[in-house]
Each structure stands twice: as structure tokens, then as C-alpha cells.
């Protein structure tokens, strides 16, 4: 996907590389006439290498500064691919999912109409 000169993909994964080996996580926001990625902090209790919770007090401060127009997460060592967990999150949040990849500056989206298992 052709996003790389997208200032919120450079942020973003300027985001995963300063938190690797852990995955990063934020939001993609509509603020006024610019689109903007949001840096959440990943809270998960599990391994944080391999999943991640966005911060309710970042995800609502990001709500706060616009609309919020998907989610951003990465997997530091793994695939290039949305895991069953991040479909089944991507659907119950009704919001595009964006996985990017620092490495080799790649970034794949899915959108709920898309998930149907
Ligand atoms: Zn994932």
C-alpha cells in the first residue's frame, strides 16, 4: 500500500521502531484540515510483543482532538498480516485496522465490511 509519504504513516512508524520489541499502538485522526497519527500507550497485561490495549485516557484524548479514523497497531517480529484477535477488534470497534511494518515502510488496512468470520 502506498502510504509510505503520508505523514501520519511516517509517524507511525517512527512509533514502532522507538517501541520494538514491543507492539505499537495509536489512532489515526482527522484534526481540522490534517490527518494525524496519535501515539497511544500499549497497556496490554499480556505480552506486549504480542498484543496490544490502547490507553483509554490516550484513545480519549485522541478523541478529543478529532475524529478518530481507524487504528494502528504493529507486530514487531511476526507477519505482515491481521491476526484472528485484531479482525475480531477491527469489527467490534467499526473502525479501519492499519498494521504497519517500520522495516520495509509497508502498511496493510482492513475494514470491518470486510470481516465476515
Ligand atoms: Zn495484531
Redesign the pocket.
Known amino acids: 500500500m502506498l502510504m509510505k509519504n503520508l505523514k501520519w504513516a511516517k509517524d507511525a512508524f517512527i512509533h514502532a521502531e522507538q517501541v520494538y520489541p514491543e507492539?505499537c499502538c495509536g489512532l489515526i485522526i482527522r484534526e481540522e484540515n490534517e490527518v494525524i497519527y496519535w501515539k497511544c500507550k500499549n497497556i496490554s497485561k499480556a505480552y506486549k510483543e504480542k498484543?496490544?490495549v490502547i490507553d483509554p485516557i490516550d484513545y480519549a484524548r485522541g478523541e478529543d482532538k478529532g475524529e478518530v479514523l481507524g487504528i494502528v497497531?504493529s507486530?514487531p517480529d511476526g507477519e505482515l498480516a491481521?491476526?484472528h484477535?485484531?479482525r475480531m477488534a477491527c469489527k467490534y470497534l467499526d473502525l479501519p485496522f492499519y498494521?504497519v511494518e517500520p522495516k520495509s515502510e509497508s502498511i496493510i488496512v482492513i475494514y470491518p465490511s470486510e470481516i465476515n468470520d
Do not use: N
Request: avoid cysteine.
Open positions: 507492539e498484543s496490544f497497531h507486530h491481521f491476526s484477535t485484531d498494521l
